[in-house]
């Protein structure tokens, strides 16, 4: 359900240059809103009530407090003016609280469940949907599922409230338990629908939010007054369409931690290489904010570029003269960069993980042992060393930074404020800086992988001057 608008140009104010003259007359393009699922989709009778915040007696909502139907947030706010503007622009409605909500809170029963690996801020995003729920809204039967998607059949939910997630945010990983896998839709929406949760906060990543949109899917065949939020959470920052995923800003800042021992390393030894993994296994943004924040590192190796060791042009050409150079390097690389070059086995070829994702060989140890090799074959007798560190785990468990406990405390709020406004089906998130309602199906589908066209890996190349590895 589209809406479309369009404005006229403004009218030219002042004497303009004749580069400035040619954009005088061009066309704003149509703004095209991405509009929600909502309960009254298939529950027409529901009724609203007023928002329990009008009634609060420590907080008085100010005028343009609450959101209307009418304020939007759009995914496009650069644009060539001597481009085609006759593609819509898309538009979600903005997050925020609504002066009406579908939800009696003395009737909520909320769930609250977070899958697959870990990430620097989960116990904050859980800590502050049971602050939220509880403070703003009066809801006082709030759950936490245990261990990831199989805990709704497998375990009894434990009775969440603020004195008890007081200081979960102090806390990495997750309280709540996690695992991967454990998807059995029926189960899952029977044991949803028989222990009377009326609202599910489902916090993951990409699979996690594929799994919610086969939960809401079903909610809706089956009509049932449950809203289905989705928070997307990957470290690798590889969800697409919002600004950034939460813990990705707490994961660069403590990767820098890896890179500078690294640096160390490297410095201290004759001919010295430093080598560091980083996570990311389709996309290379932690890998590359850390090379750009830290200033340390040599060459930067990701998913989205095909690299090669031998030849002109290639990563030892490039390591030799750079030690000629500065007799040390540094090398970062993202977990899933160069794995078409490891050998495998018949057996490592078919392996899977429990959400189903090819496993990953070690690119690291890999790349040790191929730094090694070459060493020793075109030096003979020279000192060298190599210095190998993984701070995978480090990372993921970590408590987060205060800008991603800020982050995670809004999107918290604005799941709630969207549910408690009959929303569903949906995902909360910044895009270009305000937050915003997508729906579950888009955010699921969408990629965000590096663009080795943008200016941002230009920098990584200005900074590194590492070779592009294309082959004439």
């Not at 750079?322 to 090398?331: D, F, G, P, S, Y």
């Not at 189903?356 to 003979?380: C, Q, T």
């Not at 969207?418 to 729906?439: C, E, H, K, L, R």
Request: hydrophobic share 35%; charged share 20%; proline share 5%.
């Amino acid at each position: 359900m589209g809406t479309d608008a369009t404005r006229e140009p403004a009218a030219p104010t002042g004497a303009k240059s004749q580069n400035q003259a040619q954009f005088d007359h061009f066309s704003i393009p149509y703004v095209t809103l991405r509009d929600l699922p909502h309960l009254t989709h298939y529950l027409p009778d529901l009724g609203t009530r007023t928002n329990p915040l009008e009634q609060n007696r420590f907080y008085h909502p100010t005028r343009g407090f609450y959101i209307s139907a009418s304020d939007v947030v759009l995914r496009h706010i650069v644009h060539d003016l001597s481009g085609d503007f006759s593609s819509p622009n898309l538009a979600y409605r903005q997050a925020g609280p609504r002066r009406s909500i579908f939800f009696d809170p003395g009737e909520v029963r909320a769930a609250i469940v977070t899958c697959g690996g870990l990430c620097p801020g989960l116990n904050t995003v859980i800590r502050e949907l049971v602050v939220g729920l509880w403070e703003l809204y009066g809801v006082r039967r709030i759950y936490g599922v245990r261990a990831g998607y199989r805990g709704f059949y497998s375990s009894e939910p434990v009775s969440l409230n603020p004195k008890l997630v007081n200081d979960w945010h102090k806390r990495g990983g997750t309280a709540l338990e996690t695992s991967r896998g454990g998807f059995d839709l029926q189960k899952i929406v029977d044991a949803i629908q028989e222990r009377g949760f009326n609202q599910v906060y489902i916090i993951g990543g990409d699979g996690t939010m594929r799994g919610a949109v086969k939960i809401f899917d079903e909610v809706c065949r089956r009509k049932l007054n449950i809203a289905v939020t989705g928070i997307p959470k990957t470290v690798d920052n590889d969800v697409g369409i919002i600004d950034r995923s939460f813990g990705f800003q707490t994961a660069v800042e403590v990767a820098q931690h890896a890179v500078s021992a690294a640096h160390v390393e490297a410095e201290s030894a004759v001919n010295g290489i430093g080598l560091v993994k980083i996570m990311g296994r389709s996309t290379g943004h932690i890998a590359l904010h850390t090379t750009l924040s830290s200033c340390d590192v040599d060459c930067c190796l990701i998913p989205e570029i095909e690299f090669y060791l031998e030849g002109e042009g290639g990563l030892f050409e490039f390591l030799g003269q750079r030690l000629k150079e500065n007799k040390h390097a540094v090398i970062v690389v993202a977990e899933g960069a160069g794995q078409e070059m490891i050998p495998r086995n018949d057996a490592q070829k078919e392996e899977k993980d429990e959400s189903g994702n090819p496993v990953f060989l070690d690119v690291g140890g890999w790349l040790k042992s191929e730094l090694k090799r070459w060493w020793a074959r075109d030096h003979p007798g020279e000192l060298f060393t190599v210095k190998y560190i993984d701070p995978t785990y480090m990372i993921r468990a970590v408590t987060a930074n205060a800008t991603d406990n800020l982050y995670c405390t809004l999107l918290a709020h604005s799941a709630i404020h969207g549910v408690m406004a009959g929303y569903t089906g949906f995902v909360s998130g910044p895009i270009n800086g305000n937050y915003a309602y997508i729906p579950l199906s888009e955010v699921a589908q969408a990629k965000n992988e590096v663009n080795i066209n943008d200016h941002k890996w230009a920098w990584v190349r200005s900074v590194t001057n590492q070779p592009d590895f294309a082959k004439s």
